[in-house]
C-alpha cells in the first residue's frame, strides 16, 4: 500500500522559494506517477504538477507553470515540489499522491497528510 509523507512547508514571504518533499512508500516511482495537489480552506482542489512514471515527463497546472517544478529521485524514493516566485495565494495544505488515472486527469486515490504553506500578504 503506497504511504507519503510530505514535509519542507512553512512560512515564506511574497518572492520567496520553498522545497516540498514527498517520501514515498509502498510503490516504486519507476511504474507510478506522483503528483502534488493544494487545497485552500474553502476552496476546491487544485492540481499543480505531475511527473510520470514511464520517461519522467512533467505536467503542470496552468496557475503555476514557470514557478513551480517537480522532480523526483528515484534512488531515495523521493519525489519534489519546487515553489519558486511565492504569492499569497500560494497559501494551502500541499499533498503529494497517485493520481487514479494518470497524469493529466485531476483525481487521485491516495495521498500523504500534507504540509501546510503560507505566505503572508
Known amino acids: 500500500q503506497a504511504q507519503f509523507v510530505e514535509s519542507g512547508g512553512g512560512l515564506v514571504h511574497p518572492g520567496g522559494s520553498l522545497r516540498l518533499s514527498c517520501t514515498v512508500s509502498?510503490?516504486?516511482?519507476?511504474?507510478?506517477?506522483i503528483g502534488w495537489f493544494r487545497r485552500a480552506p474553502g476552496s476546491e482542489r487544485e492540481a499543480l504538477a505531475c511527473?510520470?512514471?514511464?520517461?519522467?515527463?512533467?505536467w503542470y497546472g496552468d496557475h503555476v507553470k514557470g514557478r513551480f517544478t517537480t522532480s523526483r529521485d528515484k534512488a531515495q524514493n523521493k519525489v519534489y515540489l519546487h515553489m519558486n516566485n511565492v504569492e499569497p495565494a500560494d497559501t494551502a495544505m500541499y499533498y503529494c499522491?497517485?493520481?487514479?488515472?494518470?497524469?493529466?486527469?485531476?483525481?487521485?486515490?491516495?495521498w500523504g497528510q500534507g504540509t501546510q504553506v503560507t505566505v503572508p500578504s
Open positions: 499522491g497517485i493520481p487514479r488515472y494518470g497524469c493529466y486527469v485531476d483525481e487521485y486515490k491516495s
Open positions: 509502498g510503490v516504486s516511482l519507476d511504474s507510478t506517477d
Open positions: 511527473i510520470m512514471s514511464t520517461d519522467g515527463s512533467l
